[in-house]
């Protein structure tokens, strides 16, 4: 078989695996090996910001049937009086959209029946190692791989004392030894044999060997007159553990933090009816908004018209012209972070008609152009509400990187996120977006200029990983800010 050499990738591709294997907390080989299955599949991932990462990492989920299910757990009952809860259990993890299988041990057939357990879970219930039905194609191996976590519960003193041990002789057992999955045991079991030396030295090495535990709890045991540790969960704790380790939290490296961004174009009224604008879509900033919001910023949108739906759990304040969108912006700080991307328009109608210009054979209305206010100049330059990082747009046509330069210094900001909007770039209006990020070095006023060049990528692209480098630099505090 022939081997892939990561940094002889072309850099596009690198970037693309990064951000793709960064989202989904895999290495980059991993992702490979997650793509070229989704190919062979014929399906590919879609590329969304922040989105919560799959149910496992350590290999591909097989296909399931029933669209709805999020995730698939094989659970084990075990032979105790706390079996009872599993059939409860059964049902609270089909509330989170989670597929049970469900294993009885010969003990557990004792406490419940395989039949209320299939009524519960909607499928197969599995008590046979030696089933000839489900053993011509290794059942047990099938019922230890096809899906993201095996829970047992509850976890008997025997059933874990086999499993520290590594013994294969029922079906619960030899699926735990068969896995390569996360497994959850919920123990439930008499004090005086959960204290039992042994069963603590069980404990110890499978926790060592990396299978996690919830409870026991502690209270009163079925033994009339007996309590202490030993209670299993109850079922929405094991429930609750079980969704945790199957959905990690997403990270959110900026929660805590205030984020403004502009975006759109202004429209700059000539009379009641008409205005100058431009080609602007807001699309690159309203992707930034998006993914500054799964990164957990608090985020304010100042927008000019566009024909966008507001993102989620964002704030949108929508505004027609330049002093409109000055005024917010002004109103929504202090901000941790400000990011103007608006195509704000340079100039305006002095000698804007308070009636609709009507033609004449004088010819054509003069109209006495103004300049607007420079937002993003106004807001680098303050003294005291300057937000300790600010970052403009440059879109060129010609001289990119040094018309980005020189705005930078004029402008006063940190960063300028240069792009080339001539025409056949498709940029203006399009989905994707060519950037170079420029920067001066450690953020000091006048430090060496650094030019990072991205390659092509979809806006939502390019600000996913804006909102990464924006989080690296604001959490990395031995960085001075440039004012
Ligand atoms: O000068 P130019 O329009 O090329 O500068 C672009 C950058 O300045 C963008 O970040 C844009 O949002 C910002 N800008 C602004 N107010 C203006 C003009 C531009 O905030 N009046």
Same mark, same amino acid.
């Given at each position: 078989?022939?081997?892939?050499?990561?940094?002889?990738?072309?850099?596009?591709?690198?970037?693309?695996?990064?951000?793709?294997?960064?989202?989904?907390?895999?290495?980059?080989?991993?992702?490979? %090996?997650?793509?070229?299955?989704?190919?062979?599949?014929?399906?590919?991932?879609?590329?969304?910001? !922040?989105?919560?990462?799959?149910?496992?990492?350590?290999?591909?989920?097989?296909?399931?049937?029933?669209? &709805?299910?999020? +995730?698939?757990?094989?659970?084990?009952?075990?032979?105790?009086?706390?079996?009872?809860?599993?059939?409860?259990?059964?049902?609270?993890?089909?509330?989170?959209?989670?597929?049970?299988?469900?294993?009885?041990? #010969? +003990?557990?057939?004792? !406490?419940?029946?395989?039949?209320?357990?299939?009524?519960?879970?909607?499928?197969?219930?599995?008590?046979?190692?030696?089933?000839?039905?489900?053993?011509?194609?290794?059942?047990?191996?099938?019922?230890?791989?096809?899906?993201?976590?095996?829970?047992?519960?509850?976890?008997?003193?025997?059933?874990?004392?086999?499993?520290?041990? =590594?013994?294969?002789?029922?079906?619960?057992?030899?699926?735990?030894?068969?896995?390569?999955? *996360?497994?959850?045991?919920?123990?439930?079991?008499?004090?005086?044999?959960?204290?039992?030396?042994?069963?603590?030295?069980?404990?110890?090495?499978?926790?060592?060997?990396?299978?996690?535990?919830?409870?026991?709890?502690?209270?009163?045991?079925?033994?009339? =007159?007996?309590?202490?540790?030993?209670?299993?969960?109850?079922?929405?704790?094991?429930?609750?553990?079980?969704?945790?380790?199957? %959905?990690?939290?997403?990270?959110?490296?900026?929660?805590?933090?205030?984020?403004?961004?502009?975006?759109?174009?202004?429209?700059?009224?000539?009379?009641?009816?008409? !205005?100058?604008?431009?080609?602007?879509?807001?699309?690159?900033?309203?992707?930034?908004?998006?993914? +500054?919001?799964?990164?957990?910023?608090?985020?304010?949108?100042?927008?000019?018209?566009?024909?966008?739906?507001?993102?989620?759990?964002?704030?949108?304040?929508? &505004?027609?012209?330049?002093?409109?969108?000055?005024?917010? &912006?002004?109103?929504?700080?202090?901000?941790?972070?400000?990011?103007?991307? +608006?195509?704000?328009?340079?100039?305006?109608?002095?000698?804007?008609?308070?009636?609709?210009?009507?033609?004449?054979?004088?010819?054509?209305?003069?109209?006495?152009?103004?300049?607007?206010?420079?937002?993003?100049?106004?807001?680098?330059?303050?003294?005291?509400?300057?937000?300790?990082?600010?970052?403009?747009?440059?879109?060129?046509?010609?001289?990119?990187?040094?018309?980005? #330069?020189?705005?930078?210094?004029? *402008?006063?900001?940190?960063?300028?996120?240069?792009?080339?909007?001539?025409?056949?770039? =498709?940029?203006? =209006?399009?989905?994707?977006?060519?950037?170079?990020?420029?920067?001066?070095?450690?953020?000091?006023?006048?430090?060496?200029?650094?030019?990072?060049?991205?390659?092509?990528?979809?806006?939502?692209?390019?600000?996913?990983?804006? &909102?990464?480098?924006?989080?690296?630099?604001?959490?990395?505090?031995?960085?001075?800010?440039?004012?």
């Amino acid at each position: 078989m022939a081997s892939l050499t990561i940094r002889k990738l072309d850099e596009s591709v690198k970037t693309y695996l990064r951000l793709r294997s960064a989202r989904n907390r895999r290495s980059v080989e991993e992702e490979v %090996r997650v793509i070229l299955g989704e190919l062979i599949e014929g399906r590919e991932e879609p590329l969304t910001p !922040f989105a919560a990462p799959p149910a496992t990492s350590t290999a591909p989920t097989p296909q399931r049937t029933g669209a &709805v299910s999020e +995730a698939s757990i094989t659970l084990i009952i075990g032979g105790g009086i706390a079996a009872y809860k599993s059939l409860d259990l059964i049902r609270r993890l089909k509330e989170r959209r989670i597929e049970v299988r469900c294993v009885l041990t #010969k +003990a557990a057939q004792q !406490f419940v029946t395989p039949l209320a357990a299939s009524a519960l879970s909607h499928e197969r219930v599995y008590t046979d190692l030696f089933d000839p039905q489900s053993e011509f194609d290794a059942g047990h191996i099938r019922l230890a791989r096809e899906c993201d976590m095996i829970v047992v519960a509850p976890a008997t003193a025997d059933l874990m004392a086999k499993m520290a041990n =590594g013994h294969a002789d029922d079906l619960a057992s030899a699926i735990l030894l068969a896995t390569n999955r *996360k497994i959850l045991l919920a123990p439930a079991m008499n004090p005086l044999m959960w204290n039992n030396a042994a069963t603590r030295r069980n404990v110890a090495q499978l926790q060592r060997d990396g299978v996690v535990l919830i409870g026991p709890n502690s209270g009163e045991m079925a033994e009339a =007159g007996e309590a202490g540790v030993g209670r299993m969960s109850e079922a929405v704790e094991i429930a609750n553990a079980a969704e945790r380790l199957l %959905r990690p939290p997403v990270p959110r490296p900026l929660a805590g933090k205030r984020v403004l961004i502009t975006a759109g174009p202004t429209h700059e009224p000539i009379d009641p009816v008409r !205005f100058i604008a431009n080609r602007s879509s807001g699309k690159q900033g309203f992707a930034i908004a998006a993914a +500054a919001q799964a990164a957990g910023a608090e985020v304010i949108l100042v927008s000019g018209p566009v024909d966008l739906a507001d993102p989620a759990g964002v704030t949108v304040r929508h &505004v027609e012209s330049a002093r409109q969108m000055l005024e917010q &912006v002004q109103a929504a700080l202090p901000a941790d972070i400000a990011i103007f991307a +608006a195509a704000v328009a340079d100039w305006r109608v002095a000698n804007e008609g308070e009636q609709k210009l009507k033609k004449t054979s004088a010819g054509m209305p003069p109209l006495q152009l103004v300049e607007n206010p420079d937002i993003l100049a106004t807001i680098s330059k303050l003294t005291d509400k300057r937000p300790p990082l600010v970052i403009g747009f440059a879109a060129e046509t010609e001289h990119l990187i040094d018309n980005a #330069k020189s705005k930078l210094a004029r *402008k006063g900001c940190d960063w300028i996120v240069a792009n080339d909007v001539s025409p056949a770039t =498709g940029v203006m =209006g399009g989905d994707r977006n060519t950037v170079h990020l420029i920067s001066r070095q450690n953020g000091a006023k006048d430090g060496e200029i650094e030019v990072d060049s991205w390659p092509v990528m979809t806006k939502e692209q390019v600000a996913i990983e804006l &909102v990464a480098r924006v989080a690296t630099r604001v959490t990395d505090t031995s960085r001075e800010p440039s004012s």
